[in-house]
């Protein structure tokens, strides 16, 4: 089915996922969802987010992410950039972790993931589809969206759109004045050190990610504002750092405000269409033509998400043109200082801790059920990793992702 196909047929989907997902019972009692075409049966939003999902169910909703919930299209425009493979192969690749020794077929297996693709000097090392997934596969990026989207607030300040990081929330978005947001400044929300209480737990439902989740299945305009300037306060902003998809969701609604354009349209002409990518990509949208969900939600390929890397390996310059402040992913990546202790958490990247020489100022994007976009800009390597884990928590699964990168940085010096 093509995207445009598949977009006329959104409507129809989503009104059956709504009835469908509101069904608490396990996934094989579950009629499910399937594609108006006739094709696979498809998880509801609740069954993606309590981590009911039978494998094949998992990843043909991975593989049609885009059903979900309604999207704007990331349109690319241009040549294609080229992605050339690299004379150097990785071979004999194994590393310890804990107690045990493992390679990269146990990395594969055990860690159920679909698409790797590691890129060293920008030339492809190695690219690998696993559980039926292909190049031209648009995969969801989850949290990895988060990077995405700071990455565009750099943006908007390289054209002058926001003065500056220290500025505050309120001062673009009026509306939330007088909220848990008052006095709320950029970098704060951009840190996750806002002061905001929030609950992040997916598999509960009365956490506030899940109540964000209903408010979202609602698919009513500004109904996600609504709900975070109604939260309470934990701290003061700059004093606590707890990680809120809820919060991440504003930095769209903050884009969206300075730019005048929804958040997949100023992606397109920014990254999308400059970096070359192979394929439009796919957005989450609040409500149908509603505001972007720059937390979550952007579905791309594989190699589009390796170019997206290695454009951040370049301190992002394309052809020449900076499209971020200069130092800005040096400062996006890092670990800050955060209520007086270091937190391991820069500009909605993940620096990796501090110990292993190797990963020395090297930092990921990472999404649930284990999605990441690994950067070591000393080792000019990117390492996208795309997989269909069973929970959404994958920080339990037998085999370490920062060993694997270690050991692939190692293994290509």
Request: hydrophobic share 40%; glycine share 12%.
């Amino acid at each position: 089915m093509t995207l445009q196909a598949r977009g006329l047929a959104r409507g129809m989907i989503l009104a059956a996922a709504l009835a469908i997902c509101g069904a608490a019972a396990e996934p094989q009692q579950v009629p499910g969802r399937q594609l108006s075409d006739g094709g696979q049966e498809l998880a509801g939003a609740r069954q993606v987010f309590d981590g009911k999902m039978l494998p094949r169910v998992e990843v043909a909703t991975f593989e049609h992410s885009d059903t979900l919930f309604p999207v704007k299209i990331v349109e690319r425009k241009g040549p294609v950039r080229p992605l050339p493979a690299s004379a150097i192969h990785l071979k004999g690749l194994q590393f310890k972790w804990g107690s045990r020794d493992y390679d990269l077929f146990d990395y594969l297996a055990y860690n159920r993931v679909a698409g790797l693709l590691i890129l060293k000097n920008g030339e492809v090392v190695l690219e690998d589809y696993e559980l039926g997934a292909g190049p031209g596969t648009r995969w969801p990026s989850f949290s990895m969206a988060k990077s995405v989207s700071s990455t565009l607030v750099g943006a908007a300040m390289q054209q002058g759109l926001i003065k500056s990081p220290d500025d505050s929330m309120t001062q673009y978005l009026p509306e939330m004045k007088g909220g848990a947001y008052e006095g709320v400044s950029i970098r704060n929300v951009l840190q996750m050190a806002s002061g905001v209480k929030w609950d992040e737990t997916y598999t509960d439902p009365k956490s506030d990610r899940r109540k964000l989740l209903e408010a979202q299945l609602a698919q009513k305009p500004s109904a996600i504002i609504a709900y975070m300037n109604g939260l309470q306060r934990a701290g003061a902003p700059g004093t606590i750092w707890n990680y809120s998809t809820g919060e991440s969701f504003l930095v769209g609604a903050l884009l969206e405000r300075v730019t005048h354009k929804p958040l997949a349209a100023y992606l397109s002409e920014t990254l999308w269409s400059p970096l070359g990518m192979e394929k439009d990509a796919t957005w989450w949208t609040e409500s149908p033509g509603g505001m972007g969900l720059s937390g979550s939600g952007l579905g791309a390929t594989l190699r589009d998400y390796a170019r997206f890397g290695s454009f951040v390996l370049n301190d992002g310059v394309v052809d020449g043109k900076r499209i971020v402040p200069e130092g800005w992913f040096h400062e996006a990546g890092r670990a800050h200082v955060i209520g007086g202790k270091k937190v391991d958490y820069g500009y909605f990247w993940w620096p990796i801790p501090e110990g292993d020489a190797i990963q020395h100022g090297a930092f990921q994007a990472i999404g649930i059920f284990g999605q990441h976009m690994y950067i070591n800009p000393a080792e000019k390597l990117v390492i996208v990793v795309l997989s269909a884990r069973p929970k959404p928590d994958s920080s339990s699964y037998p085999v370490s992702d920062t060993a694997f990168f270690a050991a692939v940085a190692r293994a290509l010096q």
